[in-house]
Structures are given as structure tokens and as C-alpha cells.
């Protein structure tokens, strides 16, 4: 694939899992890629070097996307080294099912953050590099953002992605900037296995109502946001693509 060839990419929560198989596959397709990071500088690291081994071109930015000075740092970085921005992947994200009564203000603070003030700051300084031609936002969303049980915080965060993605979609068009979202349905990745899903009744559950019959893996979710990023969705914006092999 080339269809990407001379763009600039900058991937948030990138070192592991879906972020990291995205950064992957935008490199592949021939984008230049930031991998940016919060903890996981290894992770990072291993994932710049997996895609310099395939030839591409790649570097890793350290940067906390709820905090404003980071994401000033990680695109002025992208800049200093690859000249420019024309995509912009808001990966990065947190999630933790959990009972009413075992919400804290804690957890409501730490996923509005990340899921939701992470994705505000990271596209209010990526619009400050597009170039003259626009760009492409995507926000990562979930099937959970319509809500689900046992999971209101999560699937509020999401639900305001998802607000976040319609109302950009339409401030930003005039500059030739278009913002989608991909809501992935259950996806395996260190996360899921971490936390117990992957393996367990619930995943048991979701396969069972899934028309095409399995979890998703990152690469399903990669080859989405290449399209996304690519000009073959030029005529797309404000668009919630749901990726779940059917799972609703």
C-alpha cells in the first residue's frame, strides 16, 4: 500500500494493542508515524523499531494527553522532525467495567481525562499544523458509547466522543479537516488479556451475538483507520463507523 505516501501521522496511546497495530498500518500505507505515549517508553520504542525495520520512518514522543503542555510538546516535535501533520489517530484511552455503587470521583475524573479531555487537546493542537489541504481526525469510540450495563462511565466518555466527533466534524470542515470515529466491539489486545476478559464468559457472550463469529484483533481495527486517513474516505466526515463484526 502508498496510498499514505508523504503524510504524517500521530498516533496517541500507540506503544500496545490497537494504537500500536494503527501506528503500524499507517506505515505500512506509507505515513510517517509519532508514537506517542504516556508510561511505556519500551513498548514505544519496540514499536519505532518494527516499523524502521519494515523501512518506514517513525519516532516516539512522551506526552500525557490530558495535560496541555505535553500535547503542545508531542506536535511540536512532529513538526521539528517530519515538517507537518495530516492525520491525527485519538487512540489513547482507558476502560474499567464497574457497578454503580463501585463508581469513585476518581475513576469519573481519570476516564473524562484521558477518554475525553485527551481527545479536545491532542485535535486542538493538531489543527495549528494541518497544512492548507486539511487533515484527518480519528477518534477511537466504542460500541459501549451508546451505554451499557455496568458501565457508565465508560460509555458516557465514549458517548461524548462521539458528540466530540459530530461537532468538530462540522466546525472543522470548512478547513478542509474532517473528524470520524471507529467504535470497536471486543478486541483482543494486552488490555482484554489483563483484565480478564479475554477468555471469560463475557467474551464467551459477545462472540455468541457476533455474526462473524469472533473477538476482534487490532489489525481489524488498523486497516479502518488507514481508510479513514486515506483519501478513498475524502467524502467522509462526522461519520461513527462501527467496528464489531456485527456485534450490536
Same mark, same amino acid.
Given at each position: 500500500m502508498s496510498e499514505l505516501n508523504g503524510k504524517v501521522a500521530?498516533?496517541?496511546?500507540? %506503544? @500496545?494493542?490497537?494504537?500500536?497495530?494503527?501506528? @503500524?498500518? !499507517?506505515s505500512a500505507a506509507g505515513a510517517a508515524v509519532v508514537v506517542n505515549y504516556s508510561a511505556s517508553k519500551e513498548d514505544a520504542d519496540r514499536v519505532v523499531a518494527d516499523i524502521k525495520a519494515k523501512g518506514g520512518k517513525a519516532i516516539a514522543v512522551k506526552g500525557d494527553v490530558a495535560k496541555a503542555d505535553d500535547m503542545?510538546? !508531542?506536535?511540536?516535535?512532529?513538526? @521539528?522532525?517530519?515538517?507537518g501533520l495530516d492525520i491525527l489517530v485519538n487512540n489513547a484511552?482507558?476502560?474499567r467495567f464497574a457497578r454503580l455503587e463501585e463508581i469513585t470521583e476518581d475513576e469519573f475524573h481519570q476516564h473524562f481525562n484521558i477518554n475525553v479531555l485527551g481527545t479536545i487537546l491532542a485535535t486542538r493542537e493538531a489543527v495549528k499544523y494541518f497544512g492548507p489541504n486539511g487533515g484527518s481526525v480519528i477518534n477511537m469510540s466504542s460500541i459501549a458509547s451508546a451505554g451499557v450495563p455496568e458501565a457508565a462511565v465508560y460509555s458516557g466518555s465514549k458517548g461524548a466522543v462521539d458528540a466530540i466527533t459530530r461537532g468538530l466534524a462540522e466546525e472543522l470542515g470548512?478547513? @478542509?479537516?474532517?473528524?470520524?470515529?471507529?467504535?470497536?466491539?471486543?478486541?483482543?489486545?494486552?488490555?482484554?488479556? %489483563?483484565?480478564?476478559?479475554?477468555g471469560s464468559d463475557f467474551e464467551k457472550a459477545m462472540i455468541a451475538r457476533t455474526p462473524l463469529g469472533r473477538f476482534g484483533q487490532p489489525d481489524d481495527i488498523a486497516r479502518i483507520a488507514v481508510f479513514l486517513a486515506s483519501e478513498d474516505s475524502a467524502w467522509l466526515t462526522g461519520e461513527r463507523l462501527a467496528a464489531s463484526g456485527g456485534y450490536r
Open positions: 500521530v498516533v496517541t496511546g500507540a %506503544s @500496545k494493542g490497537i494504537g500500536a497495530a494503527i501506528a @503500524k498500518a !499507517l503542545g510538546r !508531542l506536535f511540536e516535535e512532529t513538526k @521539528k522532525t517530519f515538517g484511552g482507558i476502560y470548512p478547513r @478542509k479537516i474532517r473528524v470520524n470515529a471507529i467504535a470497536p466491539g471486543g478486541v483482543e489486545t494486552e488490555g482484554t488479556h %489483563s483484565g480478564g476478559i479475554v
